[in-house]
C-alpha cells in the first residue's frame, strides 16, 4: 500500500518558488520522509529528508506539519534544470532501508 | 566526488539469454541496492546487500540472482531473459543499510530483450 500521496503534475514558472506536497498520514513516528526526483530516465537524485524539523540545504527546503502527516518540498527558485518527477518517500524504519517508489509529482518549469 | 558507477550502461540481449550488470558503489559505501525500472513505470526495489550479506528482498523473480563480493562491488544475474524484463535497472548505494542512511543513485543500465 501507498504510504505517500502526491499529486500527479505541476507546473511552476522558471524563477518562481515550486511547492511541492506530499500526504502520508499513516506515517510512524520513527520514519524519515525523503524526498528525490527523477529528470528523464536519469537515476533518481537525492534531494533532502527529514523527520520532525524542517530542513534546508543547497537545493531545496522540507516543511513538515507539527503531526507529520504530510510535508511540502520548496524550490526556491525554479529553473528549467528542475523539471523532473519528484517522488516523496517514507522509509520504513523496520526494513533495511529500501526505498519503495509510489508515484510522484511530474514538475514542468516554463520559461 | 565520486559517484556510483553502473555497467553496461546499455545491453542488447535476445530472449532466454543471460545477463550480468555490475555496480560499484561509492567508496566506503557498504551498502548496495538494485531497483527495475519498467517502460513508464515508477522504480521498483528488487534485492539489498550490506556488507556481502543479503539484507532485503523485494519482487526479484526467481530467474535474477545477484551478490556483493569483497571489494563491495555488486553483480545482477539475469537469466533465461524475457521480453517483459526489459528495464532500466538501477543500483544506489549507502554507507550502512538502516532506513536513516541516504542512498545515492548510479545512472542505470538500459537492458532491451529482443
Known amino acids: 500500500d501507498a504510504k505517500t500521496t502526491q499529486p500527479t503534475s505541476m507546473d511552476c514558472a522558471e524563477g518562481r518558488a515550486a511547492n511541492l506536497p506530499c500526504n502520508h498520514s499513516?506515517?510512524?513516528?520513527?520514519?524519515?520522509v525523503y524526498w528525490y526526483r527523477q529528470i528523464h530516465s536519469q537515476g533518481p537524485q537525492y534531494i533532502i529528508h527529514?523527520?520532525?524539523n524542517n530542513e534546508t540545504n543547497e537545493m531545496a527546503s522540507l516543511i513538515i506539519t507539527e503531526d507529520r502527516k504530510s510535508s511540502t518540498l520548496i524550490l526556491p527558485h525554479a529553473t528549467l534544470r528542475d523539471t523532473a518527477v519528484y517522488y516523496c518517500?517514507?522509509?520504513?524504519?523496520?526494513?533495511?532501508?529500501?526505498?519503495?517508489f509510489g508515484a510522484g509529482t511530474q514538475v514542468v518549469v516554463t520559461p | 566526488a565520486a559517484g556510483v558507477i553502473q555497467s553496461p550502461r546499455h545491453l542488447i540481449k535476445e530472449k532466454r539469454e543471460t545477463a550480468t550488470l555490475k555496480c560499484y558503489p561509492i567508496?566506503?559505501?557498504?551498502?548496495v541496492y538494485w531497483y527495475q525500472q519498467g517502460p513508464g513505470q515508477d522504480p521498483q526495489f528488487l534485492i539489498s546487500?550490506?556488507?556481502?550479506?543479503?539484507?532485503d528482498k523485494g519482487s526479484i523473480p526467481d530467474r535474477f540472482s545477484a551478490q556483493q563480493f569483497s571489494d563491495y562491488h555488486s553483480e545482477l544475474n539475469m537469466s533465461s531473459l524475457e521480453l517483459g524484463d526489459s528495464a532500466l535497472y538501477f543500483c544506489?548505494?549507502?554507507?550502512?543499510?538502516?532506513?536513516?542512511?541516504?542512498?545515492?543513485f548510479g545512472p542505470g543500465t538500459r537492458l532491451t530483450v529482443l
Open positions: 546487500f550490506y556488507e556481502k550479506m543479503q539484507s
Open positions: 544506489a548505494s549507502s554507507l550502512g543499510g538502516a532506513s536513516t542512511d541516504t542512498q545515492y
Open positions: 499513516t506515517i510512524s513516528g520513527n520514519e524519515y
Open positions: 567508496p566506503r559505501h557498504d551498502t
Open positions: 527529514g523527520l520532525k
Open positions: 518517500i517514507v522509509r520504513d524504519s523496520d526494513s533495511w532501508g529500501k526505498l519503495q
